[in-house]
């Protein structure tokens, strides 16, 4: 390849952008580039295209993004998906309620304690 | 993300942990976010497509033998929804595009004639990007903005690296008319 037309230099741009082209065939596109104004001219606007892709601005998910894709597991798995917690990973809501159970058995048998007449406990 | 702790965070996630899917959603969100919005290039359909991206993930991590990198298969996962949705939207009223370039993470050194010329650009970019059949869009998000590896582009998207390489100067040489279509 020594050297260039206007459809073959045009064929090394992308493999030229992303310089994995060999040193023989930059050397030769370069030459080309050099004193074709057609092929430079076209080449810079190839370059100036994809270096405005390349800075396009990330765009961020919306903040409550998180918390929807949980919900959406959640609905889609009818609460299945994620394993049961253990204790201590989790608030343990039986331990809470079979403590309220017994703290209302106790009050109960307290009431029912002080009035003797009502309950005969042996 | 570091080899190892991929590697923790794909256990937590293998064994059903909502914390570790948290994490992951947290840690991918945007990426993820960005990369279906460039394809669809409407703000409500990406949102809705990128949450099923992490619904899926989590539907098939058992499945994830770590033979790629996480993100890699998230990609992949990511441009499979995309083009799933571009079907059935296309079988639709068109959905109007919303993604407006509003403003640039560029360096701001040029003057502001040239930092309105760059903007002007990255809008006619934008727009044109829009107007590529999906495969050509597909390679120039991955490559030209995501700025992934050859490697990483054939493993999600199943070709190979001549084939990528041949396509993606189709599809540069496709947006080049795009965008002087256009004016740029």
Known sequence: MSTLDHTQASELFSAYWDEELSSEQTAVLEEHLGSCLSCRQEYQEFEQMLGAAATLPQELAPPNFVAGAVKRVHRRSRGRFFRVRRLGERIPYELFSLLMLGLILAVYLMLQLNQPGRLNLP | ?184
């Open chain 2, 1 to 184: 993300m570091t080899a190892l702790r991929e590697r923790r965070l794909l256990r937590r996630l293998q064994r059903h942990d909502e914390n570790a899917f948290q994490e992951f959603v947290r840690l991918y969100q945007h990426q993820v976010f960005n990369l279906v919005l460039r394809m669809l290039g409407n703000r409500a359909e990406a949102e809705d497509v990128a949450q099923d991206v992490f619904v899926t993930v989590f539907k098939s991590i058992e499945s994830f033998r770590g033979e790629s990198k996480i993100s890699t298969w998230l990609y992949r996962i990511a441009m499979n929804q995309c083009q799933n949705r571009i079907k059935y939207l296309s079988r639709r009223p068109t959905v109007r595009s919303d993604v407006l370039v509003e403003s640039s993470t560029a360096p701001q050194a040029a003057g502001p004639e040239a930092q309105l010329r760059g903007r002007q650009l990255e809008g006619l970019v934008q727009e044109a990007i829009a107007e590529l059949d999906e495969e050509h869009r597909m390679l120039i998000v991955l490559r030209d903005i995501e700025e992934l590896a050859y490697q990483e582009i054939c493993s999600i998207t199943g070709l190979p690296e001549g084939t990528v390489k041949s396509r993606l100067h189709r599809a540069r040489l496709a947006l080049r008319e795009h965008v002087k279509k256009r004016g740029g």
